[in-house]
T-cell receptor, first 116, second 115 residues
Framework: GAVVSQHPSWVICKSGTSVKIECRSL??????MFWYRQFPKQSLMLMAT?????????EQGVEKDKFLINHASLTLSTLTVTSAHPEDSSFYIC????????????FGPGTRLTVT | AQTVTQSQPEMSVQEAETVTLSCTYD???????LFWYKQPPSRQMILVIR??????QNATENRFSVNFQKAAKSFSLKISDSQLGDAAMYFC????????????FGQGTILTVHP
């Protein structure tokens, strides 16, 4: 149980275009979902926290207009990178928690974004 | 704010031997949780072990155990009988009880297992 999926697993897009990444909790309802960014051989950096039906809470320094997060249902959150640039190329990971406290978090397999 | 520090960028161990990964953290709160996550080359984050700060007993999961020293704010991970499949990047993380799930991760330790 407690499986989180991400789609796509790898995406290449051209500079200036937008790309959407989906995060789904397959066998539980996710009260809260989190989006992380990870550069090679580095740690995970939390970008934002989203709760179903509410606006996402962004971490300091994360551009909310560039990284649009929508938590449309208890099993789906999406991250849209708008007007992507090569510096947005990274590995994006989502996690989902069935509770508000986040004590249990389940991670998706990640999405590799390459912007050319 | 919480901080988590892993001072060992890389570690190596021989198969079947024991290795300990270090982690220190800093928090002013009394209600918090500590975790070790494993990230293999597939990059899927896998929970290895977790510890509630209010519990004095060290958590254990099969070959993985922690040494939780609350006063020293230390939370090391011991891997016994290391296996080739243990090779991965390991992250120590903390979670404040009031942070609504915001994990704070350490820098990570790359573990190599030699056959």
């Amino acid at each position: 149980g407690a499986v989180v999926s991400q789609h796509p697993s790898w995406v290449i897009c051209k500079s200036g275009t937008s790309v959407k990444i989906e995060c789904r909790s397959l066998d539980f309802q996710a009260t809260t979902m989190f989006w992380y960014r990870q550069f090679p051989k580095q740690s995970l950096m939390l970008m934002a926290t989203s709760n179903e039906g509410s606006k996402a809470t962004y971490e300091q320094g994360v551009e909310k207009d560039k990284f649009l997060i929508n938590h449309a249902s208890l099993t789906l959150s999406t991250l849209t990178v708008t007007s992507a640039h090569p510096e947005d190329s990274s590995f994006y990971i989502c996690s989902a928690s069935p509770g508000a406290g986040g004590y249990e978090q389940y991670f998706g397999p990640g999405t590799r974004l390459t912007v050319t | 704010a919480q901080t988590v520090t892993q001072s060992q960028p890389e570690m190596s161990v021989q198969e079947a031997e024991t290795v300990t990964l270090s982690c220190t953290y800093d928090t002013s709160e009394s209600d918090y949780y500590l975790f070790w996550y494993k990230q293999p080359p597939s990059r899927q984050m896998i929970l290895v072990i977790r510890q509630e700060a209010y519990k004095q007993q060290n958590a254990t999961e099969n070959r993985f155990s922690v040494n939780f020293q609350k006063a020293a704010k230390s939370f090391s991970l011991k891997i016994s009988d290391s296996q080739l499949g243990d090779a991965a990047m390991y992250f120590c993380a903390s979670l404040r009880g009031t942070s609504y799930g915001k994990l704070t991760f350490g820098q990570g330790t790359i573990l190599t297992v030699h056959p």
